[in-house]
């Protein structure tokens, strides 16, 4: 082979024939007026081709010139006009597609003749070989087309989806439609942004079959944390994806919407055991209250006042202190609740303990009564350990942060025959196992009883109060 036919072998590429390549390489030794001869133009001009080329849509980035990929589309937009500046010019034309491949997704505006062309066209699923100008865009990169050419003989292993779930979201998506159950909202936030306007977010949590996920609610679509409230079923519509700290976020802006649906969804929460958190890990973690502190105020050195509340959360691994800042310090919760908290921060606590801080990115899920613990009709003998006590065996702490189950102060009646006082006290199971440990909200008391009870039930005991513990003779 000739110097022209190494080159082109080199460029191992379809986006021109080798006979367009050698007319490609006469046009610029002719251009050059003889200060390059074949081998030189033809260098010249793989140089050109492969400029730009990126190995998958994820690669493109918006400091390039031109970038260059092969990508299937999964959304086609309508087709616009807009008035140019020029008041004698014709209006222009605009078409956004969606386009993705194996690495990301990316939006591809194309326009005018190109774009009038393509909304009669181009259709979802389609093959695209193209070529444009890469830009910092309102949802991400964004790609200005200069050039677009069918490519029907290139795979790309995109799926093509009318509806997500949280396990199908991936960087860079847009126009997702997904359904998920509200598992927590946030209050609505403010900020200042750099034209001097103010912005609003919020976010939601949400939840599937397949997992969860942080939706971010931007300006008017802010509403929906006042609409909506955990447990209802929602639809987010052309929402986009985007990473923030290692974890994706579904944005919902304007051109978005979320809105209620009667559809069934089953969320099954995941969370970290406790005893395997580590410091600086962002964790979810589930479980059950076992004590609750009243809510503190501080000054912060900006002279406003926060709130912090601490509650005491066990699983059947360990337990560990959450520390329940801002408004989430304002939610009702005690003993008994069963709960999943998310994003929770883990951070050094007091006397060398882990904490668990939970922030504005917190979602706090309330669970339902038995999802931590053992199946009704299982004995105490067969729960697990963990949510019976403490990892050291300790009984729990009482909501004023005292283990002393001695200075419990049910109401008494009269005295039995062996001198013992009758009592009776209502509470929340919080200590399954033996002994039985209720707690109504201020105090903790110690019941002997044989009773099958089960972690967060609400039970009366009346019996005989002896050395601080209650002999029950009876529990319903």
Do not use: C
Request: no cysteine; aromatic share 4%.
């Amino acid at each position: 082979m000739g110097a022209i036919e190494d080159t082109y072998a080199d460029l191992e590429t379809d986006e021109v024939s080798l006979d367009e390549f050698r007319e490609a390489v006469a046009e610029k030794v002719e251009q050059m007026g003889g200060l390059a001869d074949e081998e030189t133009a033809a260098m010249l001009l793989a140089h050109e081709l492969e400029d730009g080329e990126v190995n998958g849509v994820a690669d493109v980035t918006p400091e390039m010139d031109e970038a260059k990929f092969v990508a299937k589309v999964v959304s086609v937009g309508d087709l616009r006009t807009f008035e140019r500046d020029d008041e004698e010019a014709e209006d222009g034309r605009v078409l956004n597609v969606e386009v993705a491949d194996e690495t990301g997704a990316i939006r591809v505006s194309l326009w005018d003749e190109q774009a009038a062309n393509a909304s009669e066209q181009l259709q979802v699923g389609d093959v695209l070989r193209v070529a444009g100008r890469p830009k910092d865009g309102f949802n991400g990169v964004e790609l200005s087309a200069d050039r677009v050419e069918p490519d029907p003989d290139t795979e790309i292993d995109v799926q093509i989806q009318d509806a997500y779930r949280v396990e199908d979201l991936s960087v860079g998506l847009s126009d997702v439609t997904l359904v998920g159950e509200v598992l927590d909202t946030d209050a609505v936030r403010t900020f200042d942004r750099d034209d001097g306007s103010q912005g609003r977010v919020a976010n939601l949590s949400l939840g599937d079959e397949t997992g969860r996920v942080t939706v971010t609610l931007w300006d008017e679509r802010t509403a929906a944390v006042d609409e909506f409230a955990a447990g209802d079923v929602v639809e987010v519509v052309d929402g986009y994806v985007r990473e923030r700290d290692g974890s994706i976020e579904l944005h919902v802006g304007n051109r978005g919407a979320v809105e209620a649906v009667d559809e069934d969804v089953e969320y099954v929460p995941e969370s970290t055991p406790i005893a395997d958190v580590e410091l600086d890990d962002v964790a979810d973690i589930a479980g059950v209250i076992r004590s609750a502190d009243p809510k503190r105020t501080f000054d912060r050195d900006d002279g406003s006042e926060g709130q912090v509340r601490n509650v005491r959360l066990q699983d059947d691994s360990g337990d560990i202190r959450v520390a329940l800042w801002g408004e989430k310090a304002d939610r009702d919760l005690g003993p008994g609740d069963e709960v999943l908290f998310t994003d929770v921060e883990i951070q050094d606590g007091w006397q060398d303990d882990l904490e668990a801080s939970a922030g504005w990115r917190t979602s706090i899920v309330e669970l339902a009564d038995g999802a931590m613990t053992a199946d009704e009709g299982a004995s105490q003998d067969d729960q697990p350990a963990g949510l019976g006590a403490y990892a050291d065996g300790t009984a729990p702490e009482s909501a004023s942060g005292s283990t002393d189950t001695e200075d419990a102060s049910p109401s008494t009646g009269e005295s039995s025959d062996d001198g013992g006082e009758s009592v009776e006290f209502t509470g929340t199971v919080v200590q399954a196992r033996d002994p039985l440990i209720l707690d109504d909200g201020t105090e903790t008391l110690s019941v002997e009883t044989d009773a099958d009870v089960t972690l967060g039930q609400t039970v009366t005991v009346r019996g005989t109060m002896s050395d601080g513990r209650l002999d029950a003779d009876e529990v319903r």
